[in-house]
């Protein structure tokens, strides 16, 4: 035997006697750019919802949450984030902790993640339970003290394929968690994964996150009206409103929210000069009161491309963008796709 084959006999051996596979090897993963637009990552085939995969969610989060207050009181000494950690027992508590929340008057998930310094993601992501946006007075969360979310090992994963899929270091995923390397992650463990945005939701969050994943906001700004009936700020009577406006500075950039091919551009009376676009697949957008218009119909345009400077063109108070979406000609609200 050759020194070749006798260097990859006793390779084999050491593995054979570790256990350890070369997948589950600590690896580095090429991370996104600091850059990167979350809404580029959340493609319908990314993400993944929990029902018809053969899973479920283990354990059921709802009723822990329901119960973890009781089992404080009735332990001396135990506090609720102690609880949580018998719950997440593989997560590094010197690395991330947990604590139960509970929703007061006039919050909402938003609000709450930037208190904590991270995004609605990874509340959602530490979550699995929640079905909706949407949350109510006296509702239960866990919290972490950093951002990232909880991700349920399943059969056939590896630490190097769930590292793959959440786009991360997997030293990362080691640091944040304790996994022994000898037996690698086991199916129905929950681990941690540092700052990363959920892939596997539940059925009602999943059809938030596909919507979500459509459209890009056409400009960063306030919003101040949204669709429904309100009193017209020039007219001064109840009118219905087709979309919804953010605030801006005069002549901001607005980028289109997908692409597309544009199919108006020029005045359109009231709502001013506006661009529609034609987005191949039932939507149409629509940024109205503009001021500068680059493109022209026809054109085809890219996510995030320049389309236009905002204005106050048509009937309008001041500097803003009119902002409508159109789903095989139903208006539909424009905050449920832009959160």
Request: glycine share 10%.
């Amino acid at each position: 035997m050759g020194a070749g084959g006798l260097i990859l006999l006793v390779a084999a051996l050491v593995l054979a006697q570790t256990r350890i596979i070369p997948e589950k090897s600590i690896v580095s993963l090429t991370p996104l750019p600091a850059n990167a637009r979350a809404f580029t990552y959340f493609t319908q085939e990314r993400l993944h919802a929990y029902s018809g995969h053969n899973f479920d969610l283990i354990p059921d989060f709802t009723d822990f949450l329901n119960t973890m207050e009781q089992q404080a009181v009735n332990s001396e000494g135990n506090s609720s984030e102690q609880v949580v950690q018998q719950l997440l027992r593989f997560v590094n508590d010197d690395y991330v902790h947990f604590d139960k929340y509970i929703i007061r008057t006039r919050e909402n998930y938003w609000k709450i993640a930037k208190t904590h310094g991270y995004t609605i993601d990874t509340i959602v992501g530490c979550n699995p339970h929640l079905e909706k946006i949407a949350c109510y007075i006296g509702q239960k969360i866990l919290l972490p003290n950093r951002g990232g979310c909880l991700h349920e090992v399943k059969p056939g994963e590896t630490l190097y394929k769930i590292a793959l899929d959440y786009r991360v270091d997997a030293a990362a995923i080691l640091q944040a968690n304790h996994v022994d390397l000898d037996w690698g992650v086991v199916p129905g463990m929950w681990l941690f994964i540092p700052g990363a945005k959920p892939l596997y939701l539940s059925q009602g969050m999943h059809k938030q996150y596909a919507k979500r994943a459509l459209f890009r906001s056409p400009l960063s700004g306030r919003y101040t009206s949204f669709v429904g009936s309100r009193i017209h700020p020039v007219l001064g009577f109840s009118k219905y409103h087709n979309g919804v406006d953010i605030a801006c500075q005069f002549r901001s950039w607005v980028g289109a929210s997908a692409p597309g091919v544009v199919i108006a551009a020029g005045w359109g009376g009231a709502i001013g000069k506006h661009v529609k676009i034609d987005h191949q697949n039932g939507y149409i957008t629509m940024y109205g009161h503009l001021d500068v218009i680059y493109v022209k119909v026809g054109q085809k345009v890219r996510g995030g491309q320049l389309i236009a400077r905002s204005g106050s063109t048509g009937r309008s108070t001041g500097p803003h963008l009119h902002y409508t979406i159109w789903d095989h000609g139903v208006i539909k609200n424009p905050m449920d796709y832009l959160w």
